[in-house]
């Protein structure tokens, strides 16, 4: 079986997103004729018992977000989570049966983007959906709404990188609203950036669109995009970088976008490249410049004057891609209904380009930290999400993604909602 790299450049991320509210409606049918005073009698009964149902009780025909602490705290499987990094690696694990089902479906989340609400979109296959995460040497709680939303009250979380951040952050969005229904603040005009709130915890979601963290243009011919893109490796995008005050917590994640031909700058000279193939141009590699995009990202926050003292960066580490029998543009696909049987890494041979990947992140990640010295270490923590997803090739939206206008191609980068990628808050909540 060829396992292939995306080169998700020409898959088409802009989908309408719009939320679409069905409020149910009650018809009472009655016949006519029946004598005044009985029926007259009979209202009036009917008044009395509604009116003791509504003082006394909580109105049953109507839903409402309640304050954190007034919300009644339902059954669930939490276990206070001790994260000790020495004795306990919450990333290294497996994928065992769990029929208790999802936390949110597609007909109880409203936000789900068209493009990975699978069922909508045909998808009939659900044995995907009974898997749970399990760490070899201790247990991962099962994300708490309620709990999760008592430890970031009052507080303002981001989510920076592709679409594939955004996707974990629409996940996230979906497990909170089972709880209260978050209020769409901001939306620009391309859909990148979104600004979620919960007023009962006023608790601020956001999302930060980019997609190399750093300065890039995109090379044009004839006024048309070529998909490549000159990135200097030296300078953070102003678009993100210029919204960090008042966050707490900033979780990064980005790759994708650097599978492709791109043109690496320093102090505005050209350095070299990855995958242009050029002579009189050095070929860098895909490794390099995510690196050092990663580095002057984090380098920046290290240094951000305007940045809360106390805020906390996380990376989420690389999601891997599942194309097979070809690429993207090829007939490439992700059929599986399955997670891979893996123990203990093994098997996962083929998928080394990913690891590396994934060994780069870590690496910046704890390069930062030391840079932050003893004080601000703690700021950067790590969410290690690329083991876990190597093994569910079955996740994907496929062909079950809703894009009329690309048909016959498959989606195998993005996750399908509900899903794995899920599990990814299971880690956040965890780690928080």
């Known amino acids: 079986m060829k396992v292939n790299t995306i080169n998700p450049s020409s898959f088409n991320y802009?989908?309408?997103?719009?939320?679409?509210?069905?409020?149910?409606?009650?018809?009472?049918?009655?016949?006519?004729?029946?004598?005044?005073?009985?029926?007259?009698?009979?209202?009036?009964?009917?008044?009395?018992?509604?009116?003791?149902?509504?003082?006394?009780?909580?109105?049953?025909?109507?839903?409402?977000?309640?304050?954190?602490?007034?919300?009644?705290?339902?059954?669930?499987?939490?276990?206070?989570?001790?994260?000790?990094?020495?004795?306990?690696?919450?990333?290294?694990?497996?994928?065992?049966?769990?029929?208790?089902?999802?936390?949110?479906?597609?007909?109880?989340?409203?936000?789900?983007?068209?493009?990975k609400n699978c069922f909508k979109n045909g998808r009939n296959d659900t044995d995907f959906l009974n898997w749970r995460w399990k760490p070899y040497?201790?247990?991962?709680?099962?994300?708490?709404?309620?709990?999760?939303?008592?430890?970031?009250?009052?507080?303002?979380?981001?989510?920076?990188?592709?679409?594939?951040?955004?996707?974990?952050?629409?996940?996230?969005?979906c497990l909170l609203s089972q709880v209260e229904t978050p209020v769409d603040v901001y939306k620009d005009s391309e859909d990148r950036f979104r600004k979620w709130h919960f007023p009962s915890s006023n608790f601020t979601l956001m999302t930060f669109w980019s997609k190399f963290l750093v300065q890039a243009e995109e090379i044009m011919v004839n006024d048309s995009g070529t998909g490549s893109f000159n990135l200097h490796l030296d300078k953070v995008n102003k678009k993100w970088a210029s919204k960090l005050y008042g966050l707490d917590y900033l979780i990064i994640s980005d790759a994708h976008w650097f599978f492709r031909k791109n043109y690496l700058y320093n102090e505005n000279k050209l350095i070299g490249c990855v995958y242009c193939n050029e002579r009189n141009i050095t070929e860098l590699g895909l490794n390099y410049a995510l690196r050092i995009a990663f580095r002057t990202a984090m380098k920046y926050i290290n240094n951000c004057k305007e940045c809360n003292k106390g805020m906390v960066t996380l990376v989420r580490t690389f999601s891997p891609a599942h194309f097979e029998n070809g690429g993207w543009d090829s007939g490439g696909g992700c059929n599986s209904t399955r997670p891979r049987s893996d123990e203990k890494g093994k098997g996962m041979e083929d998928r080394w380009f990913e690891l590396e990947v994934r060994k780069v992140q870590v690496e910046e990640l704890v390069r930062a930290r030391e840079e932050a010295g003893e004080e601000g270490k703690n700021k950067f923590r790590c969410l290690d999400v690329t083991n876990a997803m190597l093994m569910r090739p079955d996740g994907h939206p496929g062909e079950f993604w809703g894009n009329k206008w690309m048909k016959g191609y498959n989606d195998c980068v993005h996750w399908c909602m509900p899903g794995p990628i899920d599990v990814w808050s299971d880690f956040l909540f965890a780690v928080l």
Request: hydrophobic share 30%; charged share 20%.
């Open 137 to 173: 040497d201790c247990e991962l709680p099962r994300f708490d709404p309620i709990k999760f939303l008592q430890i970031v009250g009052g507080k303002k979380m981001a989510f920076l990188g592709d679409s594939v951040a955004r996707n974990h952050m629409e996940s996230l969005l």
């Open 14 to 115: 802009e989908f309408d997103e719009k939320i679409h509210n069905h409020p149910k409606k009650y018809y009472f049918k009655g016949e006519f004729g029946i004598p005044f005073y009985p029926c007259l009698i009979c209202f009036l009964g009917i008044t009395s018992i509604f009116s003791f149902f509504f003082v006394y009780f909580y109105n049953p025909f109507h839903f409402s977000s309640q304050s954190i602490k007034q919300f009644p705290h339902q059954p669930t499987n939490y276990i206070k989570p001790q994260y000790d990094e020495e004795n306990c690696d919450l990333f290294k694990g497996k994928w065992v049966r769990d029929e208790n089902g999802t936390q949110y479906t597609t007909s109880s989340c409203l936000t789900i983007p068209e493009s």
